[in-house]
């Protein structure tokens, strides 16, 4: 037997609504619900069990089956008890569903809005009528504007990407807030703090995912304005992570790597068969000069990389400590490279005794094992 929906499943979108019934109307249906039976004080933040009395809100929401729906809602008015406040009565919120003295709810309004934007005052109106979600072109474009001002509505952001910008290049930064669903900033803060993205968070509960950098200052202010929401790394961090793990171990392993020639080596032209041998010779010891000589650069360049990252890392304030941990290397390394201001040069160090005579008896065994396998 086919499963009966009820009317909270149909309408599960209203949070913090209880629907009680759904009756139909001569344009449509009306959904009536009813609030809570607690409510937050706006000022104060204390829960009130305490309430004062009743009233119907009539607003209008999303149409059902192409007819239009009107919410008629029965909400609370509540008494606040805190002795430290001031708000005597207040009027029950529904966050993320209406605002307060709104005539549609939220959904409603972000489909106006949508529409507005994208169409217009007239050809929006002719739309919204044929959808059943009926607006006057005046109206659209009013809320089009009161959006773009950011003064009354915003839509809701469910997806919100939290980065520091550069007030000035590696002196003092602040936060910037991007909307990923909609690719749009949506607000920018001073400073990059964990207090201040935690209050901005906390004005928003109907943020589900915040994706943002390694820092753990917007870790910290995620948990503490958005604690339910769930935390995610973006996609250049996720390939940051990827590319310094592939790196340290390669680091690591460096002793392993051996660097392949692009070309073979050119014999030098010239008759007769000692001339022949030596010309190999010669190339091989060449090809090996060439390998010691692009192995060395390479590791400069790596070593350049890790300082010059080292130095960023210092200039964003961040302690020895921390960049140890970041990069997982030895921090008196750091200790060391946070004070200079270049990379210094590679010491080299003098011949050992024997150290000559050890290199030409290897190269003299690479040439003769090379002649055998030529043979
Ligand atoms: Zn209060």
Redo the contacts with the bound molecule.
């Keep these: 037997m086919a499963k009966k929906l009820s009317y909270k499943e149909l309408l599960s979108n209203l949070k913090g609504l209880t629907v009680r019934n759904v009756v139909p109307a001569d344009l449509g249906w009306v959904v009536e619900a009813e609030g809570s039976s607690r409510a937050l004080?706006p000022?104060?933040g204390?829960t009130s069990h305490s309430r004062h009395s009743r009233y119907w809100r009539k607003l209008r929401d999303l149409p059902m089956q192409g007819a239009s729906v009107t919410l008629k809602v029965q909400m609370g008015r509540w008494r606040?008890r805190?002795r430290q406040?001031l708000?005597q009565i207040?009027t029950e919120r529904v966050d993320g569903v209406l605002l307060p003295h709104s005539q549609q709810t939220n959904r409603l309004s972000e489909v106006h809005w949508l529409v507005g934007r994208a169409l217009g005052g007239r050809s929006g109106q002719r739309l919204l009528k044929r959808l059943g979600m009926p607006s006057s072109r005046h109206t659209l474009l009013r809320q089009v504007i009161k959006a773009a001002s950011g003064s009354v509505w915003q839509p809701a952001i469910r997806v919100v990407g939290v980065y520091d910008w550069a007030w000035r290049k590696g002196q003092s930064f602040g936060t910037i807030l991007v909307d990923l669903e909609r690719s749009e900033v949506v607000d920018l803060l001073p400073t990059r703090s964990a207090k201040v993205l935690g209050e901005w968070l906390a004005q928003r509960p109907e943020v589900k995912v915040v994706s943002r950098d390694r820092q753990g200052v917007y870790a910290e202010g995620v948990r503490a304005g958005a604690p339910k929401a769930r935390q995610v790394a973006d996609r250049f961090h996720l390939t940051l992570n990827l590319r310094q793990a592939v790196e340290r171990e390669l680091a690591l392993r460096r002793s392993f790597l051996r660097f392949t020639p692009q070309s073979t080596p050119v014999v030098p032209s010239g008759g007769g068969r000692e001339t022949e041998n030596k010309g190999r010779q010669i190339s091989i010891q060449s090809s090996v000069q060439q390998q010691h000589a692009e192995v060395a650069r390479l590791r400069r360049q790596q070593k350049l990389e890790l300082f010059q990252t080292i130095q960023r890392m210092k200039s964003a304030g961040m302690t020895v400590s921390q960049i140890a941990r970041h990069l997982g290397i030895n921090r008196r390394r750091i200790d060391r490279w946070v004070r200079l201001d270049t990379l210094p040069e590679r010491n080299r160090m003098e011949p050992r005794p024997g150290m000559v005579e050890r290199q030409s008896a290897k190269r003299l065994v690479c040439s003769v094992s090379d002649r055998k396998m030529r043979r």
Aim: aromatic fraction near 12%; hydrophobic fraction near 20%; proline fraction near 0%.
């Design positions: 004080c000022d104060c204390v606040c805190s406040c708000r207040f």
